[in-house]
């Protein structure tokens, strides 16, 4: 699984704890990114040793490692579904935390997020979502008082000029994301493209989030506002952990 910036020992701190919470029975969204991936093994590890969870993959990469690790596997559609057993939690990493500035301003954005660094975050916000607790992993890295990394926009490959010139109109100026090992743009396990869209710093994610959401030809964007119930930011010498 890819791997961003931060320290890697961080980040198996925070997966770890959030993978310490799944208990007997738990249906668990798994997210994507090098976060997540750690509390994907740790679960497998947990399941190795007699924890009965199922996991709700969010991308091709997290499925490939939860099968990896042994961990059983369930549809999104089933686990939700009117005869299923719902999403307990949801592990997922994140590009950006909004910590709000001094004080306990967690409470201020909500721990609004920005995500899709893997350009996976149209099905990580439906899982996410889903789950009725959403925890999040990161290194403090990610923590910054206000939004201001560039927003992944998932578009249809035929809504790119459309919502382009929308997202300009909006106040962002976008980009379409080229893969790194291949000529051409970055396809979502969706086949759709990715336009990561700089506003600079957002003074209201929440608007900007309707906004996106409102424009044809998007998928899904990366702006997860009122989703996150707890952070667990691994430093360090351990972990701390924010209740939203
Ligand atoms: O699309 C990818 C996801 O939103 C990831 O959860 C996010 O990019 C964070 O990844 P990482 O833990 O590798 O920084």
Redesign the pocket.
Known sequence: M???G?SDAM?RRAGESAAERVTDGDVVGL??????AHAIRRLGDRVDAGLDARGVPTSFASRELATDRGIPLIDLDEAIGPDGPGIDLAI????QVATGGEGSEISETGGALI???????AR?KLVDAAADRFLVVADPSKESPRLDRSVPVEVLPAGRTAVAAAVREAGGEPTLRRAERKDGPVVTDNGNLVLDCAFGELADPAALSATLSATPGVVEH?LFVGLADEIHVGTDSGVRVDEV
């Open positions: 890819k791997t961003s931060g980040k997210g994507t990114g090098s976060t997540a997922d990493g994140a590009d995500k899709g660094g893997g350009a996976a975050h990580e990366g």
